[in-house]
């Protein structure tokens, strides 16, 4: 956790708090000496949850590792996939667009359902670093499928394997479980003052 350095110290008294804060920060870098798959989850009602999820993805590919995205509820693919796209790289888009627009609760279930198929099957392969379920979150606060499945299922995962999972409303229980949580909150958006989406930014 970062700690705010008072701006009207001497040059001394920075100094000392510099050193302490580098031997805190020694300490707790030796401390940590497990390696493990995390879960991370970004939430809240602000722009970025699933943006910064493509750029651990991007990450892992770097690494010359295996990923897959499960795309909920969206009904296409995000941009992000033309430029990721590789051989370690399957992304699947599974939604049928914003629930508001789809307005069939069963086909949308049905949608998530078979999303789900594909998570396990990712989470089942050896060879598949990270899984990246864009979407989740909006899954689970609007019932469209239950929690705790989810939850086992992350629960019993091979010990490397790293799992995002994106969107509002984060389950409590959820956030409980999960080694990495981030909310995004929202200060101010375009959209709010007659700026529309636009590509590049939003899609």
């Known amino acids: 956790m970062t700690k705010i350095i008072p701006t009207d110290l001497t040059e001394d008294e920075h100094r000392d708090k510099m050193a302490d804060m580098k031997a805190e920060m020694k300490a707790r870098t030796d401390a940590a000496q497990e390696r493990r798959g995390i879960v991370i989850v970004n939430t809240g009602n602000g722009k970025g949850k699933s943006t910064a999820g493509f750029g651990v993805v991007a990450r892992t590919l770097a690494y010359g590792r295996k990923a897959v995205v499960v795309q909920f ?72 499928m239950p929690v705790e499945p989810i939850l086992k299922a992350l629960r019993e995962r091979r010990p ?42 939003e899609f």
Request: net charge negative.
């Open 160 to 201: 490397d394997l790293h799992v995002i999972i994106t969107g509002r409303d984060a389950p409590a229980a959820l956030c409980e479980q999960a080694d990495l949580v981030s909310e995004m909150k929202e200060i101010k958006h375009p959209f709010n003052n007659g700026i529309m989406a636009q590509p590049g930014i």
């Open 73 to 144: 509820i969206k009904a296409t693919p995000d941009k992000a996939e033309k430029v990721l796209r590789g051989d370690n790289l399957t992304w699947h888009a599974v939604g049928g667009g914003f629930t508001w627009d789809t307005q069939d609760r069963a086909a949308d279930i049905a949608l998530c359902e078979r999303g789900w198929a594909f998570a396990e099957a990712a989470m089942a392969d050896p060879d598949v670093s990270l899984v990246m379920l864009d979407e989740m979150n909006i899954v689970l606060s609007m019932n469209y």
